[in-house]
């Protein structure tokens, strides 16, 4: 009677190891490799901190799903960091070594306009699809189809921004920007553009070049003497707090309106809760938002990061992995060319920040938020505005 | 017989070393992002070439190097890219094309070189680093606001002309060129103002005169490599050439050594490939510029003088032996009229 127990477990052993090779074999395909490129090193390493989190978290989900299922193919997907320090030529070595080493199926990064710059040409001759995750400038996605973004455009925000204001009463603005970086001129070509449009009146034009620029007062004392009804300053991270700062010390009460590089906590702990309250900026998304995919987007990250609170670079750089994902998904061909094909007709995907299509251009059409600083330095959801 | 081995035989050796590279890549063992690192290695090496010849062999102390290499890159895209329209251009032209922007390139860096150099080389030490440091601000801030060129948004379309065989060739170039500059009388001038310029000055050697000359000499080199650096990039913008490229620069030209220029070549070339070499250590990807920083502190606790500060490949030296050979004193008589010379 024992006899026939262990013949039949091991039967049923048998039959279960085989049964589990057999859907192993015919499911699972090969390996996918996504390049995630980023400036962990370098002036804008803070950046690169969000961004690997960020994407980190899309991993997390993709293995505990085993991959990504294409046509009822399991496709695992690994992902490979990179540094671009911030740097052009840096990044088209990067870009270089994960379509020629790597040989990767998509590249989710950089961040910044002026690399991807640099770096598209190489995407596109070589055919592999590239997501920058907060470049914002319209020439990006101009060097190829094969070149996407996560983000909105430039003349976006500074629509926004320029309707928010006109909103809101200010009839005069002035505006401090680097003229140095695309991303700040970007900003506020479109701001003046939409501002005027609606009829008010830009009263102070004030312009500094540079990354490493440190004392605006110059700038700021004609801004000062101009007395406009609101500030727009699109600058860099690290350049706001200080002119946060130095724009009170000069007498500057009147809000200040940003891009989405205020966005993250840093800005507000920097500058201080008493000179940057009441002052707003465009964001992509908010934490605050009540919208289910946001809110479990928003407690995973602070699940697995220490309760840190996820910023734009953080949601635009799962997002744009989160859309190659949805693109391998719906390949007709697992390849570079197929992942570029589903890419351009992704509709209606529901993400963190809000439903994303990509629109004509490469360019996703999304929503955007305004936040605004209270008395504490905290940035607090105020409203959403469409395109 | 000696001598023409000495001198074919490092020849031989870079075509054979260009056929290697080329064979590996065509077995793809080495990929084209392999190539583009060693072609970013070339362009530093020419650099460091260039920065060697005012720091290390006139003993100036230049830190606005890379002023020099944006105006060669804007100068040679501007003729490829602006005036004879970049991928416009005929086939069978594109290599004059290009050849006439790098020479232009090495032109304007050249000419701006003369014109700063006259009234700053009066200078010395501290003062000359400031003004030089200032010079290279000065260029990128200028670059920044002139809108035909892409002011702050940089010049996109630039034709892709450099290759792999054209970074080679101009490091062959520049490292005949430095050798013989430096073994010349003009070069040894330099080397005497380097060792000891009250000196020099009282053995009747024109010090301004020769500092200016080696100056505009490695201006004009690093005009050409900065054309080399944009017609691999393709897209060159004034804060690619900021202050921390000069430092870099500077790092490669201590880290080899001063006054070497088989210094310069380790030290471009090393110092390039380590931080791409450190992507190979997947998952160190966030200490890779830490790695990079301790690797430079060891070398130079090590070899306080550089890799090889002082020393040189014996094809890069002069023959001492011949040179003395040839010279009037290893002859029994002398004419008076020959030392007046």
């Known amino acids: 009677m024992k006899k026939i127990y262990v013949v039949l477990s091991v039967l049923v052993l048998l039959t279960m190891l085989v049964s589990v090779a057999a859907v192993s074999a015919a499911e699972t395909g090969e390996t996918l490799k996504i390049g995630v490129v980023s400036p962990i090193s370098g002036s804008a390493a803070l950046a690169g901190k969000y961004i690997v989190n960020g994407v980190k978290l899309l991993e997390n989900e993709l293995n505990a799903a085993g991959g990504v299922m294409n046509n009822g193919v399991l496709y695992p997907i690994e992902f490979v960091y990179e540094d671009n320090e911030a740097k052009e030529d840096i990044t088209t070595n990067v870009y270089q070594k994960l379509i020629y080493q790597d040989e990767v199926i998509g590249i989710v990064g950089p961040d910044m306009s002026k690399c991807i710059l640099a770096a598209g040409t190489i995407a596109q001759s070589a055919g592999c699809p590239a997501i920058g995750t907060f470049t914002t400038n319209v020439a990006v996605t101009q060097v190829g189809d094969y070149l996407f973004r996560a983000c909105f455009i430039d003349p976006f925000q500074g629509q926004v921004a320029a309707t928010y204001a006109w909103g809101e009463g200010y009839k005069t603005a002035a505006v401090l920007y680097n003229n140095a970086d695309a991303y700040s001129k970007g900003l506020y070509e479109a701001f003046v553009q939409s501002y005027e449009a609606l009829g008010g009146k830009i009263v102070e034009t004030q312009a500094y070049s540079g990354a490493d620029v440190k004392d605006y007062n110059v700038q700021l004392t004609k801004i000062a003497a101009a007395k406009p009804e609101c500030v727009f300053m699109p600058n860099l ?16 009460t009147v809000p200040l309106i940003g891009g989405d590089s205020w966005d993250t906590p840093e800005v507000a702990q920097v500058a201080g809760a008493e000179n940057i309250k009441g002052s707003v900026y465009i964001s992509a998304f908010s934490p605050d938002n009540p919208d289910p995919i946001a809110q479990k987007f928003v407690n995973d990250f602070k699940t697995a990061y220490n309760g840190d609170v996820p910023n734009s670079n953080a949601v635009l750089a799962y997002e744009a992995g989160a859309m190659l994902v949805e693109a391998i998904k719906n390949a007709k061909t697992v390849d570079r060319a197929g992942v570029r094909d589903a890419l351009a007709q992704i509709e209606g995907l529901a993400l963190p920040s809000g439903v994303v299509t990509v629109g004509e251009d490469r360019n996703p059409i999304k929503g955007a938020a305004i936040l605004q600083y209270n008395d504490q330095g905290v940035a607090t959801f105020l409203k959403n505005v469409n395109p | 017989m000696k001598s023409i081995i000495r001198k074919i035989l490092p020849l031989i050796g870079v075509v054979a070393l260009y056929y290697l590279i080329m064979y ?97 080389l009066k200078l010395k030490g501290d003062y000359l680093a400031i003004v030089t440091l200032a010079f290279g601000e000065i260029v990128r801030a200028t670059l920044r606001l002139i809108e035909p060129i892409g002011a702050a948004r940089g010049m996109i379309g630039i034709p892709p002309y450099t290759n792999f065989a054209w970074v080679l060739f101009f490091v062959v170039l520049t490292l005949i060129v430095a050798r013989n500059f430096i073994y010349s009388k003009h070069g040894r001038a330099c080397i005497a103002i380097r060792d000891n310029e009250i000196a020099a000055d009282a053995m009747g050697i024109n010090t301004t005169k020769y500092k200016i000359i080696s100056f505009v000499f490695a201006a004009f080199i690093a005009g050409v490599a900065g054309g080399l650096y944009a017609h691999v990039m393709s897209f060159i913008q004034p804060d690619t050439f900021s202050f921390v490229k000069s430092s870099d620069l500077l790092v490669y030209l201590y880290a080899g050594g001063t006054g070497s220029l088989t210094g310069s070549v380790l030290g471009g070339l090393l110092l390039t490939v380590l931080p791409e070499a450190l992507r190979a250590f997947g998952n160190l990807v966030n200490w890779r510029i830490v790695i990079y920083a301790v690797t430079l502190v060891i070398i130079m606790l090590y070899r306080p003088l550089g890799l090889c500060g002082g020393k040189e490949l014996p094809f890069l030296k002069i023959n001492r032996k011949s040179l003395y050979e040839k010279s009037i004193f290893s002859r029994k008589t002398i004419h008076p009229s020959e030392i007046s010379n």
């Open chain 2, 24 to 120: 590996l890549k065509s077995i793809k063992v080495m990929n084209p992002y392999h190539i583009q690192v060693l072609m970013f290695a070339g362009v530093n090496i020419i650099m460091t070439i260039s920065l060697n010849i005012v720091n290390g062999f006139t003993g100036q102390f230049c830190i606005g190097h890379a002023g020099f290499m944006s105006l060669g890159a804007y100068g040679a895209s501007i003729v490829t890219t602006l005036i004879f329209g970049g991928f416009s251009v005929a086939p069978n032209l594109r290599i004059p094309v290009f050849l006439l922007g790098l020479l232009a390139g090495g032109l304007v860096a050249g000419a701006v070189g003369l014109l700063i150099g006259i009234p700053t």
């Open chain 1, 237 to 252: 991270l690290n350049e706001v707090p200080l002119q946060v700062q130095q724009a009170r010390a000069n007498g500057i």
